[in-house]
């Protein structure tokens, strides 16, 4: 897979595997999806309790 992205987002990738934190582009890729998937869940679980309403 081949994604284009701003430059800007290129250089904060690289900043991350400069400072040790990922060996490369594709496990700093993966940590922002994983970081995106979980915010989506909580995102969707607040909604859903929103919906049904929270417990007094």
Known sequence: MT???PR?????IEDKILS????DESEVACEA???EF???AV???VQKQAAVGLPS
């Open 20 to 23: 040790g934190l990922y060996a």
């Open 3 to 5: 994604i284009t992205l």
């Open 43 to 45: 995102s969707r679980w």
């Open 33 to 35: 999806l994983r970081h």
């Open 38 to 40: 979980e915010q989506d």
């Open 8 to 12: 800007a987002w290129e250089q904060l």
